[in-house]
Structure formats: C-alpha cells, structure tokens
C-alpha cells in the first residue's frame, strides 16, 4: 500500500526500487562493482539515519527496504548512494551520465506483519525469480542474504576519492 511518502509514520518500511538506464546490466555482479556497492551503502548508513533491514542489487536494479528516520533522510540517503554509485560504476563501465533511470521508486510497507514478511520474502528471492540463480544465497552479486541467513553485520569499504 503506497502511502504518501512526505507524512509517512516515524519507523515505517519503506520498499526502494532504482532500475538503470534502458535496462543496461551495469550492475553485473563483479569483484569491484560488490566492494562498490558494499561501500556506498555503508557510507550511506554513516551519514544519514536510515537502516537496511534488506537489500540487492540485480543486473538491471536495485531493490532495498529501509527504515528511514523520516522523508527527509530517506531523501538525503537515496541521493547520496544513487550519486555516488552512478559515479563509481559510470567509471568501472567507462558509462557517462546517470546510471539511474529517473528517481528512485519508494513505497511505504504496511505496518502489518504479514506484509512486511512478504516484502522481505520477496526481495531475498529477486534473484531467483529472474531465473538468475537456483536459490537465493546463490547470488555472487551484492545483497544481504548472506547476513540474514548466518546473522552479523554487511561490511564495505568506502574509498574517499576527494581525497584523491
């Protein structure tokens, strides 16, 4: 159920979806492309008061649900890892401009359970429903299933390129 995301709860679930450009796969799972993503997103989680109850990245899009503090950190948080994963994975591709198509897709979960499961159910199982892998923990690309899976936190390095 969407809900309007300017006024939504304190503590709500809220369901991300960032596809790129034309469909490209620029997020292909890779060695540097997961260090990447592992990266943003915890740099992400630093800066601003949204936590990841879960997430993946497929060939064609990401998909995330997030706790975020209100609309406004969730809006700082998508803007910070969509800018600077374009950024970074524009440079593993040699791809100039966005890799996003448009904004991010948000969608407030309902506060019932049943659905929130079905959200988190949903989301781990991505990977097998586009015929990519034969169960989730197969996935080599970057996702939280690991961690859901054996417990324990998704470790990332960020990699100051002001820096630089």
């Given at each position: 159920?969407?809900?309007?995301?300017?006024?939504?709860?304190?503590?709500?679930?809220?369901?991300?979806?960032?596809?790129?450009?034309?469909?490209?796969?620029?997020?292909?799972?890779?060695?540097?492309?997961?260090e990447t993503v592992y990266g943003v997103l915890g740099r992400a989680v630093e800066k601003y008061p949204v936590g990841i109850v879960s997430f993946i990245y497929l060939p064609t899009y990401?998909?995330?649900l997030l706790l975020p503090e209100d609309a406004e950190a969730l809006a700082r948080f998508l803007g910070f890892l969509n800018g600077?994963?374009?950024?970074?994975i524009g440079r593993l591709h040699d791809w100039r401009g966005?890799?996003?198509?448009?904004?991010?897709?948000?969608?407030?979960?309902?506060d019932e359970p049943e659905a929130q499961?079905?959200?988190?159910?949903?989301?781990?199982?991505?990977?097998?429903?586009?015929?990519l892998v034969a169960r989730p923990?197969?996935?080599p690309g970057p996702s939280?299933?690991?961690?859901?899976?054996?417990?324990?936190?998704v470790r990332g390095v960020w990699f100051d390129r002001t820096a630089e």
């Open positions: 159920m969407a809900h309007d995301l300017r006024n939504f709860p304190p503590g709500s679930l809220v369901e991300v979806t960032c596809r790129t450009i034309q469909g490209r796969q620029l997020l292909r799972p890779s060695r540097e492309l997961n990401g998909h995330l600077n994963l374009s950024k970074r966005p890799i996003w198509d448009g904004r991010y897709h948000p969608v407030v979960v309902s499961v079905a959200r988190l159910k949903h989301l781990i199982g991505q990977a097998v429903q586009e015929g923990e197969d996935w939280s299933i690991p961690q859901l899976l054996r417990g324990g936190p």
